[in-house]
T-cell receptor, first 111, second 113 residues
Framework: AQSVTQLGSHVSVSEGALVLLRCNYS??????LFWYVQYPNQGLQLLLK??????LVKGINGFEAELKKSETSFHLTKPSAHMSDAAEYFC?????????FGKGTKLSVKP | DAGVIQSPRHEVTEMGQEVTLRCKPI?????LFWYRQTMMRGLELLIY????????DSGMPEDRFSAKMPNASFSTLKIQPSEPRDSAVYFC???????????FGSGTRLTVV
């Protein structure tokens, strides 16, 4: 069954530093992949999605993710972290018409 | 479009009571999903509908949980009787079109005391 694995339940960066959140998918053929963000006490907001077009996907708030088939990875990056980026980030994969989520990575941004 | 609308936003109830959560999907979306989020288990899919028909309810924890979608613009998730371990945030999401873009509601935070 399709699944995604997020490495690191907590990531802490300084403001202005690079953000790198890791996600690996389980299948040999890249599925539809998503990154969602959840701010405290809020719902999930779509950051970006891969749907078999370009392997470098740009999303909202300066985030992007690159699909690397050789590594079965879809890591989320942002060149310069802002305090407002502090949230929980979820990688997700479509499997059998459903959206299956990773465990999430909580991002902290230090001033 | 107002997005996916869930009500209530917060619900506090006593153990043994019936709880009904409501969801209005985005107009024109033909898939509707119910998820539960807890610290221990993360985001779990409970059930999903396609064109108002339940397709997969294997994620529903037990018979105390039931979900209906009487029409394309409304769905309910019912817990009867509720238990403290049902305390969680319940999300509804809908999807439509050729590419799988899922839109989530703001969730219902359920506390069973």
């Amino acid at each position: 069954a399709q699944s995604v694995t997020q490495l690191g339940s907590h990531v802490s960066v300084s403001e202005g530093a690079l953000v790198l959140l890791r996600c690996n998918y389980s299948s040999s053929v890249p599925p539809y992949l998503f990154w969602y963000v959840q701010y405290p006490n809020q719902g999930l907001q779509l950051l970006l999605k891969y749907t078999s077009a370009a392997t470098l996907v740009k999303g909202i708030n300066g985030f992007e993710a690159e699909l690397k088939k050789s590594e079965t990875s879809f890591h989320l990056t942002k060149p310069s972290a802002h305090m407002s980026d502090a949230a929980e980030y979820f990688c997700a994969v479509v499997a059998g018409g459903n959206l299956i989520f990773g465990k999430g990575t909580k991002l902290s941004v230090k001033p | 479009d107002a997005g996916v609308i869930q009500s209530p936003r917060h619900e506090v109830t006593e153990m043994g009571q019936e709880v009904t959560l409501r969801c209005k999907p985005i107009s024109g979306h033909d898939y509707l999903f119910w998820y539960r989020q807890t610290m221990m288990r993360g985001l779990e899919l409970l059930i999903y509908f396609n064109n108002n028909v339940p397709i997969d309810d294997s994620g529903m924890p037990e018979d105390r949980f039931s979900a209906k979608m009487p029409n394309a613009s409304f769905s309910t998730l019912k817990i009867q009787p509720s238990e403290p371990r049902d305390s969680a945030v319940y999300f509804c999401a809908s999807r439509g079109g050729p590419h799988p873009g899922y839109t989530f509601g703001s969730g219902t935070r359920l506390t069973v005391v």
